[in-house]
């Protein structure tokens, strides 16, 4: 997978190359980057169609927001389907029956002995699992194409947010920008990273400010819990069955719990670690979720960003565009409202 994101990169970068002190719109570039990793990472090698599939997903999500926003009268959508509902319908069967093709053609490959196996893709994990000797074990096709559209939703929106404010706070923070240059260089040196790269615990001024990019701007805006029996939580008495949102920017933003300076960039804050940043309250940083339904895909998510980080670093000095307008908007995820306009000068 590694090579694949470091491929993406690449030619993202090489793209860049002509708009070098020009201004560059980087939320669409990492959206397309991002999109490129996770469509190869999930169908491997029938990635281009993976992509029709993640830009339907892409629409479902945006007509599933806009519904979130409007205001229903309960049971009367079920009777009297709005455009959106009617949209968002045809929107999951056809990307149910494109799932069902690729998932078939797959099959096919291997049947006819064009393929000796399903791969190592995503997909293919998921086949295993549908073909699992032990019944017990065994999904279905249904929750096969469910986990591709978790696998896509959890996975590449959020990846896209954090690259961008990552690359806004390292912008205005030329300071941080410098040291996180001087670190890759000092450790990948001027090539491209090599496969481990991403997760090497020398790039540690790097992990630093990815930690304190997703405490100041946490990707994912709500973590569900509900609640399987009354329970006391301090002094209140949460009864059974109702249903909790945890706020991770709340909670990252409060000062009793990180201090005055709360709202100020400091990637300082974790440099003994996350442990020690949070006082040891694992709940005081939950980017991730906590406990056992923790992101699945946070080190795919650090490995991602900062091998993409590393290889900007490496190349360009940047900072932030005139143009640029801070609006931290809610999609599917915290993104800048109106794009982040970065300006990107060779080294
Ligand atoms: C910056 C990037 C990411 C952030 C901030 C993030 C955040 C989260 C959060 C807050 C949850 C809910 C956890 C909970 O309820 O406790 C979650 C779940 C999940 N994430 Fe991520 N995620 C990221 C990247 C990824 C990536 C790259 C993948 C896949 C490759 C992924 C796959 C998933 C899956 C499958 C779940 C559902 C797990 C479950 O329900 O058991 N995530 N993520």
């Known amino acids: 997978m590694v090579p694949a994101m470091i491929e993406a990169a690449d030619s993202m970068l090489d793209k860049w190359k002509k708009e070098e002190g020009k201004e560059i719109e980087v939320f669409e570039e990492f959206r397309l ?18 992509k029709t599939i993640f830009d339907m997903l892409m629409k479902f999500g945006g007509i599933v927001h806009m519904s979130a926003l409007k205001t229903r009268i309960p049971i009367i959508g079920k009777f009297m389907p709005n455009r959106e509902d009617i949209e968002s319908v045809k929107c999951e069967n056809e990307i149910r029956r494109k799932i069902l093709e690729i998932i078939e053609e797959r099959e096919e490959k291997v049947k006819k002995g064009v393929k000796d196996g399903y791969g190592n893709d995503y997909l293919a994990l998921l086949l295993k699992a549908n073909q699992d000797p032990n019944v017990s074990k065994q999904i279905s096709i249904q929750d096969m194409i469910d986990d591709c559209k978790t696998f896509y939703f959890a996975g590449q929106d959020t990846t896209t947010t954090l ?25 990948i040196g001027n090539n491209n990273p090599t496969p481990d790269d ?6 540690k001024t790097l992990t630093m400010i990815i930690n304190e990019t997703l405490r100041l701007y946490p990707p994912v805006l709500l973590v569900t819990r509900k609640a399987a ?16 949102r945890i706020s991770p920017t709340a909670i990252h933003h409060d000062p009793d719990l990180w201090g005055e300076d709360v709202h100020i960039f400091k990637p300082e804050r974790f440099s003994e670690g996350v442990v020690k ?21 946070f080190n795919f998510a650090y490995t991602e960003v900062k091998l993409v980080v590393a290889m900007i670093l490496q190349r360009y000095h940047f900072t932030i565009s005139s143009a640029y307008v801070h609006s931290p908007a809610i999609h599917l995820s915290t993104r800048p409202q109106h794009g982040l306009q970065i300006i990107f000068n060779k080294l």
């Open 33 to 50: 980057l991002t999109s490129e990793i996770i469509s190869r990472a999930a169908f491997g090698s029938s990635y281009v169609e993976g």
């Open 163 to 187: 690259l961008s404010w990552t690359c806004l706070l390292l912008a205005t923070h030329q300071d941080w920008q410098e040291k996180a240059r001087k670190e890759v260089f000092e450790v």
């Open 198 to 203: 991403g997760t090497n615990p020398k790039l």
């Open 229 to 244: 029996r009354e329970v006391r939580l301090g002094e209140l008495t949460i009864p059974a069955n109702v249903e909790l």
């Open 277 to 297: 940043a949070t006082n040891n309250n694992p709940s005081a940083y939950i980017p991730f979720g906590f406990g056992p339904r923790i992101c699945v895909g």
